[in-house]
């Protein structure tokens, strides 16, 4: 469309809308948005309607980042141990979205225990797609509202979580995190948030309809990743629209290549434990990093053994304990560990501000 023919619709607007909507936003909206805000009786012309408009990313509609599969891969061997069948998987999904040069396929539907690593794998595909990710929690949600919104002629009308992503991501391309669908409920009174998703991943995305907005957004170019522990709760009918990929459980040799390659060497750094030096020195000298806080295999076993999931997410928490008691420790004994053994862990994972007497 030319820029006088832009010029000439956005002439049409209403003063009001013309007053709120800058020319340059319009000219980036789809004619079918245009043609909707031109039609517009006053008397629907809400501010708050204006408002979440303006604030969705228009700018950045026709712009679909690139796949960068080294990246994908280095990232998802940085970040994930082992499941070899699983990053297989993914990286041919990311293969055929960078050959189409659009959106490939179903669904990935990552089923698994808590802990596996589901949310971020779904955070490493995003990253090497160049897209921002956005975790919409499904945890408990019974009614259709939460996702496509309530209309404007109710109380405490809103937008839903879709048209949320959109804002927050400020990306019509973002990768949307469906997290934990097999935990969704439903309600007789508003609709059941199943039936959101199956139109959403079924039918043509370019015409999704928020019922707040009431009018189509084109979701064509999101990338939606759902996640579940457990397949059983689905209906057959949504697991049918989903590609599902599996991830194991972990051994315990598996949980020890992990804590001692993955999760400690993350933790220390986050702590700033990774150089010991900086505990006893001013805070602004400058260390060249040479020892950091060790974690012994018999140690690591042990909480191993104190942490029977499948996953590796109470390992990681129990060794966040274990961080924060040897800076507590420090700070209040003035003794500095420099490694945990099995020995240690007792006294370490004690009190140590308020020990009962």
């Given amino acids: ?3 006088e023919q832009n010029e000439s619709r956005y002439s049409q607007l209403k003063h009001r809308l013309k007053i709120r909507i800058p020319q340059e936003i319009f000219d980036y909206m789809p004619e079918n948005i245009q043609n909707f805000l031109i039609d517009m009786d006053q008397e629907d012309i809400k501010e708050a309607l204006i408002a979440i408009m303006l604030r969705l990313p228009w700018r950045s509609s026709g712009i679909i980042p690139g796949v960068n599969l080294a990246l994908a891969k280095s990232t998802l061997d940085s970040t994930h141990y082992a499941m070899g069948d699983v990053k ?33 794998i779904a955070a490493s595909i995003a990253r090497a797609m160049g897209r921002p990710c956005v975790k919409i929690s499904l945890a ?13 002629v109710f109380k405490n009308s809103r937008p839903g979580r879709i048209v949320d992503a959109l804002i927050q991501s400020q990306s019509f391309c973002p990768v949307i995190l469906l997290d934990e669908v097999d935990k969704m409920g439903s309600s007789q009174e ?14 043509d995305r370019s015409v999704f309809v928020d019922s707040y907005l009431n009018f189509p957004l084109d979701l064509s170019n999101a990338i939606f990743i759902a996640t579940a522990n457990e397949l059983e709760p689905l209906s057959d009918v949504l697991k049918d629209r989903m590609d599902i990929v599996e991830l194991p459980s972990y051994s315990p040799e598996d949980k020890m290549h992990i804590l001692l390659g993955y999760v400690w060497p993350k933790l220390i750094k986050e702590y700033e434990l990774d150089c010991l030096d900086k505990l006893t020195a001013d805070r602004d000298e400058i260390f060249i990093c ?16 104190m942490c029977p999931e499948e ?8 060794c966040r304990s274990l961080c924060e008691a040897v800076i507590s420790i420090y700070y209040s004994q003035g003794l500095l560990y420099r490694r945990i053994e099995a020995e240690n862990l007792p006294s370490l994972l004690e009190p140590v501000f308020y020990k009962k007497r």
């Fill in 88 to 120: 297989e998987k993914v990286m041919r999904y990311m293969a055929c979205q960078k050959h189409l040069g659009k959106n490939y396929g179903a669904v990935l539907l990552l089923v698994g225990p808590p802990g596996v690593g589901k949310t971020s």
């Fill in 311 to 318: 996953g590796v997410r109470d390992l990681e928490r129990i």
């Fill in 290 to 305: 040479t020892e950091g806080l060790d974690l012994s295999e018999d140690a690591a076993r042990e909480l191993i053994k």
């Fill in 140 to 152: 408990g949600v019974a009614d259709a509202i939460y996702l496509r919104g309530l209309q404007q």
């Fill in 190 to 203: 508003h609709g059941c948030p199943e039936n959101v998703l199956l139109d959403l991943l079924d039918s």
């Fill in 1 to 3: 469309m030319s820029e």
